[in-house]
T-cell receptor
Framework: AQKVTQAQTEISVVEKEDVTLDCVYE???????LFWYKQPPSGELVFLIR??????QNEISGRYSWNFQKSTSSFNFTITASQVVDSAVYFC????????????FGGGTRLMVKP | DAGVIQSPRHEVTEMGQEVTLRCKPI?????LFWYRQTMMRGLELLIY????????DSGMPEDRFSAKMPNASFSTLKIQPSEPRDSAVYFC?????????????FGQGTRLTVV
């Protein structure tokens, strides 16, 4: 069975601080995909990144970076110099199909960035 | 493209009534997913269609729930009879054929309240 754990239910930071959101997953599959989605207060789910299990390279996109470590089954997400607009619930997810789209979501981390 | 379109955005109904949620996937996408989001259970996959055929409906909670995809551009999720515990946000998502894209795109969701 697959499982995604986001141990931090809520994080509060002050603008310009760096923040890391943790994600730990469990799967018996050798091929799988990991995702991060953002859910702002408006409620929609916004895709941030997808990473396959064979690609352990870290990725940086602007202020966002992701650290994938298969050895610890973790896929952590860091926001550098956080901004108020980053306030949202962030979900880590794991796929359970070859196409990488049948998602098992973690419980989410609510990030509050205060001015 | 307008993205995944769900209707209605909000639905309030009385217990025992039939509820139908609608989804129009992105043109050209051949996979469609229905997810449910609740405070207690988070985001859960209910059913997955590929090329209009239901592939995995293991997440459908019970017989009161049914989903159809009569053609590539339309899907419905029906609850009959509805119960207060069905109150949730229901998301529809679609994804392109394998090799033509990397992630599922989510609709804005339908917030269902059963009183």
């Amino acid at each position: 069975a697959q499982k995604v754990t986001q141990a931090q239910t809520e994080i509060s930071v002050v603008e310009k601080e760096d923040v890391t959101l943790d994600c730990v997953y469990e799967t018996r599959d050798t091929t799988y995909y990991l995702f991060w989605y953002k859910q702002p207060p408006s409620g929609e789910l916004v895709f941030l990144i997808r990473r396959n299990s064979f690609d352990e390279q870290n990725e940086i996109s602007g202020r966002y970076s992701w650290n994938f470590q298969k050895s610890t089954s973790s896929f952590n997400f860091t926001i550098t110099a956080s901004q108020v607009v980053d306030s949202a619930v962030y979900f880590c997810a794991l796929s359970r199909d070859n196409a990488g789209n049948m998602l098992t979501f973690g419980g989410g981390t609510r990030l509050m960035v205060k001015p | 493209d307008a993205g995944v379109i769900q209707s209605p955005r909000h639905e309030v109904t009385e217990m025992g009534q039939e509820v139908t949620l609608r989804c129009k996937p992105i043109s050209g996408h051949n996979s469609l997913f229905w997810y449910r989001q609740t405070m207690m259970r988070g985001l859960e996959l209910l059913i997955y269609f590929n090329n209009n055929v239901p592939i995995d409906d293991s997440g459908m909670p019970e017989d009161r729930f049914s989903a159809k995809m009569p053609n590539a551009s339309f899907s419905t999720l029906k609850i009959q009879p509805s119960e207060p515990r069905d109150s949730a946000v229901y998301f529809c998502a679609s994804s392109p054929p394998l090799g033509q894209g990397t992630e599922a795109f989510f609709g804005q969701g339908t917030r269902l309240t059963v009183v």
